[in-house]
């Protein structure tokens, strides 16, 4: 097999400054710990910002020299890139809007010049380590524009592109700021993969819309090749969580816990830190289970684990505010002597102490307002060590078209949820034992091992496709009786 290129925009590993030097952490995000699997099994290297701002150079040296052996190579950023690019256009304008939230003022100039420089870096520290043979792998909303930079320095590169977060309707995607240079640019890639068919779809009626190029089935057809656009749903590591479930120490911990908490049963709620995830609703939600059901006060605990991210943005600022505030006024108005009702961290735990939490609770609270897939629910199925266990999931998260056993929620209707976590606190051992093997025997087969093959076969499928196109005709390969029309600059 040839050798892939991974390219996102941060790595899984995240550099921190100490007295020592450098450290390492793993970095949040599904992301970060899905393809983290792929690049410790598969021939691959990994391109992306160490999560540090850096000019100087020895200390760049530093870094790239102790992520040499993890086969990681950094792109460094400098401060107005991080502010521009990646707080700008990546998190305040992209972020919002791919995720349905109303468009903000718009976007100011220098953000989107940034995101066009940042994305020319990325294409340079590609080119810098491509050798033939090499396919590259792109990832997410913050690489919108590298297919094509590729794809013009390299006309017969396969370039296959993945987007972890949602793909907005056209009306949506229609308000960006550089919405036409966005889709030219996804369009470099031989294939482009999503989430959910929702997704697909959405892009596919952008392009028509917008672009004004013709879609079948799948294909959108440029004037001298096809590009193919497909759902492929991210899977996780099964048998990596599977096995934290069986682990002694996990157990051991999980038990530990659950006694300093001195409640019958816990709810958990695991998240990063991020205003699309509705964390102040499940904590209204609760408050309204404990007022409806009192019996409850004293036995049922939430534990709440929200991980620090893009913290300097004013939304996310003021979201951390809203929910400890939500949390001291809840604390203060169930606490009982030796019981706290929430049980709140604000910090990044790692995947053995997130295993530590899945084996606790019994009840575990996934309710984002829009999410692409959300792997927390997977994780949480996998980790089930006797099969019991209720999934409250949200209808707008991506996992929810596989995970129909879950208790399925509008995550607008804080009644609906609260309504949920007591029909999940009651269900007898044998539906929950029901519901999670069938959701087990989901997420065991289709693993992200699963998604990496199959990205893979149809990316080598597309690519070697394009190749025979070139010596004949499209018509003649028999891919569509469509007329591909020109459109700009694209090829
Ligand atoms: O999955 C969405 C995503 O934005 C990833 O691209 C990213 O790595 C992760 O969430 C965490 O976000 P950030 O890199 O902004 O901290």
């Not at 056209?170 to 999503?194: C, I, K, N, W, Y």
């Not at 995970?403 to 607008?412: G, K």
Request: aromatic share 10%; glycine share 6%; hydrophobic share 40%.
């Amino acid at each position: 097999m040839s050798r892939i290129i991974i390219v996102s925009n941060r790595l899984p590993v995240t550099a921190q400054r100490t007295n020592q030097g450098f450290v390492f952490t793993q970095s949040t995000g599904g992301l970060a710990t899905g393809l983290a699997s792929i690049h410790a099994m598969q021939e691959t290297i990994w391109l992306g910002w160490p999560g540090v701002l850096t000019e100087q150079p020895d200390e760049k040296t530093a870094i790239t020299d102790a992520l040499l052996p993890h086969r990681m190579y950094p792109v460094f950023m400098n401060e107005e890139a991080y502010a521009q690019y990646y707080e700008g256009f990546c998190n305040s304008v992209l972020w919002p809007l791919f995720h349905y939230f109303p468009h903000p003022a718009g976007c100011n100039h220098s953000q989107w010049q940034h995101y066009q420089t940042v994305n020319e870096r990325f294409a340079d520290a590609v080119c810098q380590r491509l050798q033939p043979g090499d396919q590259v792998w792109i990832q997410d909303y913050q690489l919108l524009l590298l297919p094509r930079l590729l794809r013009q320095r390299f006309p017969e590169l396969t370039i296959g592109f993945f987007l972890h977060i949602p793909f907005p309707p056209p009306d949506v995607f229609r308000a960006l700021t550089g919405h036409r240079a966005l889709l030219e640019g996804l369009l470099g890639a031989d294939l482009l993969a999503f989430q959910t068919t929702e997704y697909t779809d959405n892009f596919l009626a952008t392009v028509r819309r917008i672009l004004k190029l013709d879609t079948e089935a799948g294909h959108v057809f440029l004037p001298s090749r096809v590009v193919d656009v497909t759902a492929i749903p991210m899977g996780i590591d099964y048998e990596k969580f599977a096995a934290y479930a069986h682990s002694p120490a996990i157990i051991d911990q999980a038990a530990q816990l659950r006694r300093q908490l001195y409640s019958a049963q816990v709810i958990l709620s695991a998240d990063r830190l991020d205003y699309t995830k509705g964390i102040l609703q499940r904590l209204t939600a609760f408050d309204l289970l404990l007022t409806d059901q009192p019996s409850l006060i004293g036995t049922v605990t939430l534990v709440l684990l929200v991980s620090p991210s893009r913290a300097e943005l004013t939304p996310y600022r003021l979201l951390k505010e809203q929910i400890d505030e939500a949390v001291d006024r809840i604390n203060q108005l169930y606490h009982r002597p030796g019981w706290t009702p929430v049980r709140y961290r604000y910090l990044t735990v790692d995947l053995a102490q997130m295993a530590v939490l899945y084996s606790l609770a019994d009840v575990a609270l996934v309710t984002p307002f829009r999410d692409g897939m959300n792997l927390i629910a997977k994780e949480y199925v996998a980790a089930r060590r006797n099969g019991t266990g209720v999934l409250i999931l949200s209808e707008m998260a991506g996992a929810a078209h596989e995970l129909t056993d879950a208790l399925i929620i509008n995550p607008y209707d804080v009644r609906g949820m609260a309504n949920a976590m007591a029909q999940g606190l009651r269900m007898p051992l044998s539906e929950q034992q029901l519901r999670m093997s069938r959701m087990q025997q989901i997420i065991s087969n289709h693993d992200i091992n699963r998604w990496a093959t199959c990205f893979n076969q149809q990316l080598q499928q597309v690519a070697s496709q394009r190749k025979t196109v070139k010596k004949r005709s499209l018509v003649a390969t028999g891919w569509s009786l469509a007329r591909p029309r020109p459109v700009g600059e694209l090829h």
